[in-house]
């Protein structure tokens, strides 16, 4: 069974710091892309950023570029988001999810209707 788990989130105060993972089990990641998403209430859910399956490209939403990283570790089969200088608008659910890559091994997308597996979320909350 194809299954994505994202685990990290949490409360933080602004200006902190969370560490996202996503780890894959029943497939590896290796020929996959991946990318994290998040949704807030009474909002679409939107691209955060995305990684080729060869790690290679990286792609960032505008307002997060600068304080947040993805990474991936095939070996462990896991994608990482850090997150740094966290603001009360980061505040969502956050997802990960993959769709194979493995012929454009440099193929990264922002659009959540690209992607064929997905976890189940992970709650991020920024608030004094």
């Known amino acids: 069974q194809l299954q994505l788990v994202e685990s990290g989130g949490g409360l933080v105060q602004p200006g902190g710091s969370l560490r996202l993972s996503c780890v894959a089990s029943?497939?590896?990641?290796?020929?996959?892309?991946i990318g994290w998403f998040r949704q807030a209430p009474g909002k679409e859910r939107e691209g955060v950023s995305c990684?080729?399956?060869?790690?290679?490209?990286?792609n960032y939403l505008d307002s997060v570029k600068g304080r947040i990283t993805i990474s991936r570790d095939n070996a462990k089969n896991t994608v990482t988001l850090q997150m740094n200088s966290l603001k009360p608008e980061d505040t969502a659910v956050y997802y990960c999810?993959?769709?194979?890559?493995?012929?454009?091994?440099?193929?990264?997308?922002?659009?959540?209707?690209?992607?064929?597996?997905w976890g189940q979320g992970t709650q991020v909350t920024v608030s004094s």
């Open positions: 999810a993959a769709f194979m890559a493995a012929v454009n091994r440099y193929l990264c997308d922002a659009r959540p209707e690209e992607y064929d597996y």
């Open positions: 990684i080729s399956s060869s790690g290679g490209v990286e």
């Open positions: 029943g497939f590896t990641l290796d020929y996959y892309a």
